[in-house]
C-alpha cells in the first residue's frame, strides 16, 4: 500500500509556464508547494530554478529533520527517460540537443533521480489510488467477483497524453516511448495526427470552424466550455460541436487502444472538465461498427460518469453453464465490459502520486538486488 510507504520523494509538476516542487511520504503532500516560473525559452534559467526549486523543497524537510530518498516527476518529451536525459521539446523551446537533467539533479542532491512522461504517471496514480480501485471497490460492494487489473489514462490538454499501466506496472517501451498516441493518425482530419483533433489548440480550431470565424484566438477552452454552457456570449451550438469533434477524434484513439490492450480508461488534463460534451461523440465512435459489419470495440463500453451506466456495469449478469463430462456447474459472465470515466484525483495529484509509487518501486528493487 503506497499509504504505508516511508519513503520520501522530492516532485516537480513541470509546465510549461510554472514549475510546481513539494515532497510526498506515503503519497500524500508532506511540506508546502513551492512555485517558480519554467523559464522555458531559456535552458540556463530553467535549469537553475529546477535546482532552486529542489533546494528550496530540501531544506523544508531538512528543518524538520527528513531526508530525502529520491527525486521523481514528469516532464514533457522526447526524452530519453531511464537516463534521464531530455531532447528537443515543443513547450520548453529552451530544452534542445539534449538535456542531461536526470545527471544533473542526481549530482546536485546524491540521490535517485527517475523522470517519465506525464501521461505514464497519470496512468500510473489513477491506478493505484484513483479511478481503477472505485471501480474494484464498487465491484466488490456490489458481490461481483470480477476485478480489473490493467488500465490506460489519457490526457487531454496542451497536447494528447497517455499512459498504460498493467498489473501495477507502466508500459514504457524500449525507447521510452511506449503509449504516444498522439502520433496515431486523426480520423476526423485528414493526413493529421490525432493529438491536432483532440487537445486544447484543436477545441480553438473546431470552434472558428463551426462559428465561421477567428473568435477563438482569444479564447480559452474554459471560455469555449462557458459559451457552450450558455454562462459567455458566443456561438453556442459552435461551441458544443467543436468539443463533439474533438471527441469524435478521440473515440478513435480509444479504439485503437482498446483493441490490442482491453482495459478501463480514464480521462484527465485540463480539457476533462468538458468531458461532458466531449465524451458522447467518443462512446459514440467506440459502440459503433464496421462497414462488414464488425463492432470497433470486443467488450461493452460503459460511461463511469453516468450513474445509470455506473450501476449497469457493476451488476454482474450470467448465468451457471455445466462442465462438460461431469456434474459441476461454473459461472459464465454474459459481458464482456469496460468503464471509461475521468480522473478521480486530479490530474496534478495523479500525476505526483504516480511520480511517488514509480520512485519507491525502483528503490525497492534496487534495494532487493543489493
Do not use: W
Request: net charge negative.
Amino acid at each position: 500500500m503506497i499509504t504505508t510507504q516511508k519513503e520520501i520523494v522530492l516532485t516537480l509538476d513541470a509546465g510549461g509556464t510554472n514549475f510546481v516542487f513539494s515532497a510526498m511520504q506515503g503519497g500524500e503532500f508532506i511540506v508546502e508547494n513551492y512555485r517558480l516560473p519554467a523559464e522555458g525559452h531559456d535552458l540556463e534559467k530553467s535549469l537553475k530554478n529546477i535546482l532552486k526549486g529542489f533546494h528550496h523543497i530540501n531544506d523544508q524537510l531538512q528543518a524538520k529533520g527528513l531526508t530525502a530518498n529520491a527525486i521523481s516527476f514528469a516532464f514533457p518529451g522526447p526524452a530519453d527517460y531511464p537516463n534521464g536525459i531530455i531532447r528537443d521539446l515543443h513547450n520548453l523551446t529552451g530544452y534542445k540537443g539534449g538535456v542531461a537533467l536526470g545527471p544533473m539533479l542526481n549530482k546536485a542532491f546524491g540521490v535517485p533521480v527517475y523522470i517519465n512522461n506525464d501521461g505514464d504517471l497519470f496512468a500510473l496514480g489513477e491506478a493505484l489510488g484513483g479511478f481503477l480501485p472505485k471501480v474494484n471497490a464498487l465491484l466488490k460492494e456490489n458481490g461481483s467477483s470480477k476485478r480489473y487489473h490493467n488500465l490506460v489514462g489519457y490526457t487531454m490538454g496542451t497536447g494528447l497524453g497517455c499512459g498504460i499501466v498493467s498489473n501495477g506496472s507502466l508500459h514504457i517501451g524500449d525507447n521510452s516511448a511506449g503509449s504516444e498516441v498522439f502520433l496515431l493518425p486523426s480520423t476526423v482530419l485528414e493526413g493529421e495526427n490525432a493529438e491536432e483533433g483532440s487537445c486544447i489548440r484543436a477545441v480553438k480550431r473546431f470552434y472558428n470552424d463551426f462559428s465561421n470565424s477567428n473568435g477563438a484566438d482569444e479564447l480559452t477552452p474554459k471560455d469555449i466550455f462557458d459559451i457552450a454552457e450558455g454562462l459567455k456570449q458566443g456561438n453556442q451550438i459552435a461551441a458544443v460541436n467543436a468539443f463533439a469533434k474533438a471527441g469524435e477524434n478521440l473515440g478513435g484513439v480509444l479504439c485503437a487502444i482498446n483493441a490490442p490492450i482491453d482495459a478501463p480508461i480514464v480521462i484527465g488534463g485540463g480539457l476533462s472538465g468538458a468531458l461532458k460534451y466531449i465524451l458522447p461523440s467518443a462512446l459514440e465512435v467506440m459502440r459503433s461498427s464496421y462497414s462488414n459489419g464488425m463492432k470497433k470495440a470486443i467488450a461493452k463500453v460503459y460511461d463511469f460518469t453516468n450513474p445509470e451506466e455506473q450501476k449497469a456495469f457493476i451488476e454482474e449478469k450470467g448465468k451457471k453453464i455445466k462442465v462438460p463430462f461431469s456434474e459441476e456447474y461454473v459461472f459464465m459472465n454474459e459481458e464482456q465490459k469496460i468503464a471509461i470515466g475521468v480522473s478521480q484525483l486530479g490530474t496534478s495529484e495523479a500525476i505526483a502520486l504516480g511520480a511517488y509509487a514509480f520512485a519507491v518501486g525502483k528503490l525497492k528493487a534496487e534495494e532487493i538486488q543489493l
